[in-house]
């Protein structure tokens, strides 16, 4: 499901013009070096050099400094940082602030430290051509410094992302419980970012069990804290005598008062007796999983409410259903039904549907899982998926012959 993004708050402006006014002597010595010793490298021209680069050097960073934080946000107000590029307009606007900046230090230059700077139309011409190397030379540094702190943060960045997609990983299971007459196995393939969909399997009583999954809305961090929030709920309720609809009615109440935004997630909740065999469930505008039976009947689990988050004063029904010997049941999330290849065809219902029923009925809950996914993956034909993917699948197996 896709929502939310996560952002770094920008850089403070008045932060940023400490950092010019540090930094703008030391690049000064570079260029008072440099046209010092090409007008005499005497201690006259590079005193005369570095005062004339000192003021081209602030004044240039100064009109720069005002576009990139009050000037270009207004004109270009969908980027999502100041000064960050936006094409060949902004690249035009911050030239024209450079030479701005260029003409303003000639004349302080021409009126105050270095009378007649600008006297003669040669000396003009050649002030100009040197305005327009500050220009390009300024230019240039700046957007190598831009780069290289982008790299710095998009290195940063995805190193962050890289942990919290493993702290997520060691939330869902990868070892399952060994039941005597059940099997279960899931997956979860996030997409790029840190994934908003879980599945879980709680022991909920002596003989009792609660299977979970849940897809939040939208991508990234915002996301994953919200999935482990479900999961943390659900396992802190699990030994509670309370029905599935219960429990999903006091997590939608945690949903809807704990997240500052509004935020929302598809949860199928069930519980099954191992005794009985009967499931209850209770379905939060989850895909519907589907119950697979030997002949070739498919029940979908529909009966439940609305996403959890939205409405405070939400009720969840429950309903039941017996599983039987050679039973499969699949639940997934919405990145499997919705999962598009080059021709933006998505694989849906129906291929999911044909896929488990044309798999052996011998096949373990595991191989069940894996041949979905492989499913999924040919119908991408070498695409990334665009959404993250979980599969949960649980097989009833043949009661064991009393010895």
Same mark, same amino acid.
């Given at each position: %499901?896709?929502?939310?993004f ?7 402006p008045?932060?940023d013009?400490?950092?010019i ?21 005497n201690r ?17 960073n ?5 576009v ?11 980027s ?9 307009q ?8 450079? %030479?701005?900046g ?15 700077f ?27 410094m831009?780069?290289y702190?982008?790299?710095?943060e998009?290195?940063?960045?995805e190193q ?9 990983r ?7 419980p ?29 003989d ?7 897809d ?9 804290l919200?999935?482990? %929030? ?8 699990a ?17 809807y ?15 099954i007796?191992?005794?009985?065999m009967?499931?209850?469930f ?8 589907v ?5 070739g009947?498919r ?9 959890v ?27 499997i ?5 080059a021709?933006?065809?998505?694989f ?19 191989e069940?899982t894996?041949?979905?996914?492989a ?29």
């Amino acid at each position: %499901m896709r929502r939310m993004f996560f952002m770094k708050p920008a850089q403070s402006p008045w932060s940023d013009l400490l950092r010019i006014l540090l930094s703008v002597p030391l690049w000064a010595v570079m260029f008072a070096l440099f046209f010092g010793t090409l007008f005499g490298a005497n201690r006259g021209a590079y005193v005369g050099s570095y005062v004339a680069s000192l003021m081209f050097a602030l004044c240039i960073n100064l009109c720069i400094w005002t576009v990139k934080w009050f000037v270009s946000p207004r004109l270009f107000p969908v980027s999502d940082r100041p000064g960050r590029g936006i094409g060949w307009q902004h690249g035009l606007l911050f030239g024209g602030a450079s %030479m701005l900046g260029s003409i303003a230090a000639a004349v302080i230059l021409h009126f105050t430290f270095i009378p007649g700077f600008l006297g003669s139309p040669r000396q003009l011409v050649v002030v100009m051509m040197f305005a327009l190397l500050f220009v390009v030379l300024f230019g240039a540094v700046t957007y190598a410094m831009s780069f290289y702190r982008d790299s710095i943060e998009r290195a940063k960045s995805e190193q962050e992302l890289d942990l919290a997609r493993r702290i997520q990983r060691s939330f869902l299971l990868s070892q399952f419980p060994a039941l005597p007459r059940l099997e279960v196995y899931a997956v979860n393939v996030s997409s790029k970012q840190v994934s908003g969909d879980f599945y879980d399997v709680v022991v909920a009583g002596e003989d009792s069990y609660l299977l979970a999954i849940a897809d939040v809305a939208g991508k990234g961090v915002p996301a994953a804290l919200l999935s482990s %929030m479900l999961q943390a709920s659900l396992r802190t309720q699990a030994m509670t005598s309370s029905g599935v609809g219960d429990v999903l009615s006091s997590i939608n109440t945690l949903v809807y008062r704990s997240t500052a935004v509004q935020q929302f997630a598809t949860f199928f909740l069930a519980r099954i007796e191992e005794r009985t065999m009967r499931m209850a469930f209770s379905n939060a505008g989850h895909n519907y999983p589907v119950v697979f039976r030997r002949g070739g009947e498919r029940v979908l689990l529909e009966r439940g409410g609305t996403v959890v988050g939205i409405l405070e004063s939400a009720r969840f029904e429950e309903d039941s259903i017996e599983l039987r010997p050679g039973d499969r049941v699949v639940l997934y999330t919405d990145g499997i039904s919705e999962a598009a290849n080059a021709a933006n065809d998505l694989f849906g219902e129906e291929r999911l549907y044909a896929c488990v029923e044309q798999m052996p009925e011998h096949l373990s809950a595991r191989e069940i899982t894996e041949g979905i996914l492989a499913a999924v993956r040919g119908h991408l034909a070498g695409l990334e998926a665009g959404d993250d993917m979980t599969v949960m699948v649980l097989r009833v197996t043949e009661p064991t012959p009393a010895s």
